[in-house]
């Protein structure tokens, strides 16, 4: 399986294949479910390779390690997934 790492990462670069619609699935302790964001609502920051950031309704920046993304879909279609521990 190709690392999450590697996708976000072409999704970012390669700007053909972000022409797309990017959703990603992350699970979240606090809910104990799988949230759902779009690509685009997401944050990288420069400094850090093991997470991205997310804005939340109320303005709230919440940092979500990579470890915790379990889906990630192209236009509706999954491209990526892991399963749960």
């Not at 999704?11 to 797309?20: K, L, N, Q």
């Not at 939340?56 to 491209?79: A, Q, S």
């Amino acid at each position: 399986m190709q690392p999450v790492q590697d996708l976000l990462n072409r999704i970012r670069w390669d700007e053909v294949f972000a022409t797309a619609d990017f959703e990603i699935g992350y699970y979240d302790r606090i809910e104990d479910q799988i949230i759902k964001v779009k690509y685009a609502d997401l944050f990288f920051p420069p400094d850090d390779h093991f997470a991205f950031e997310l804005l939340d309704d109320e303005g709230t920046v919440h940092r979500i390690p990579y470890h915790r993304i379990r889906r990630i879909t192209r236009n509706g279609h999954c491209v990526w997934s892991r399963s749960p521990h």
